[in-house]
T-cell receptor, first 114, second 111 residues
Framework: KAGVTQTPRYLIKTRGQQVTLSCSPI?????VSWYQQTPGQGLQFLFE???????NKGNFPGRFSGRQFSNSRSEMNVSTLELGDSALYLC?????????????FGQGTRLTVV | GQQLNQSPQSMFIQEGEDVSMNCTSS?????WLWYKQDPGEGPVLLIA?????ELTSNGRLTAQFGITRKDSFLNISASIPSDVGIYFC???????????FGQGTELSVKP
């Protein structure tokens, strides 16, 4: 069974641009969450999608947004990029929502803003 | 953002030694997850714990869900060079299920 697939693996963008990252969850998994990982802040929750609806949102500015499609694939978008947005963005796939379930991560997308 | 307290931050050990790391929280969690992350890769799930007091093993790894539901530990026995990496604990938030992560324990193993 294929794991979580994130594309692209690496991105270099200029300040002020926008970027879209993609995540395909494990087949059959319906919950997709996004996390930002930086050396200073560690792993921080961005948002969670389930059944094409955002169910939970972390403490990030409105420049960070996402969506989920009917096949459970998800995208996240960051507009008006800032240098501080440079990070590893990770997508986690879970079978369903809830507090008693595993979460499997993709390899991540390394975003560098210059 | 909210984080768990994970310790130690780093460990330098000799191959063959046992390792122990733990996480504590001021909040109760229903699920504890332990991950290992190699440089440039995503975290890989090692062990999932769902019940207070639960002790679960995965090969040389053993993890326990604390009885108070506010802590968990991970033990690695007879370490080998491929155990090198960063280990993270994560608790599932009780409101919606987002993961709250520890700061990580960086493990170095000397052959």
């Amino acid at each position: 069974k294929a794991g979580v697939t994130q594309t692209p693996r690496y991105l270099i963008k200029t300040r002020g641009q926008q970027v879209t990252l993609s995540c395909s969850p494990i087949s059959g998994h319906r919950s997709v969450s996004w996390y930002q990982q930086t050396p200073g802040q560690g792993l921080q929750f961005l948002f969670e999608y389930f059944s094409e609806t955002q169910r939970n949102k972390g403490n990030f500015p409105g420049r960070f947004s996402g969506r989920q499609f009917s096949n459970s694939r998800s995208e996240m978008n960051v507009s008006t990029l800032e240098l501080g947005d440079s990070a590893l963005y990770l997508c986690a796939s879970s079978l369903y929502r809830g507090t008693s379930t595993e979460a499997f991560f993709g390899q991540g997308t390394r975003l560098t803003v210059v | 953002g909210q984080q768990l307290n994970q310790s130690p931050q780093s460990m330098f050990i000799q191959e063959g030694e046992d390792v122990s790391m733990n996480c504590t929280s001021s909040s109760i969690f229903n699920t504890w997850l332990w991950y290992k992350q190699d440089p440039g890769e995503g975290p890989v799930l090692l062990i999932a714990l769902y019940k207070a007091g639960e002790l679960t093993s995965n090969g040389r790894l053993t993890a326990q869900f604390g009885i108070t539901r506010k802590d968990s530990f991970l033990n690695i026995s007879a370490s080998i060079p491929s155990d090198v990496g960063i280990y993270f604990c994560a608790g599932r938030d009780n409101q919606g299920g987002k993961l709250i992560f520890g700061q990580g324990t960086e493990l170095s193993v000397k052959p």
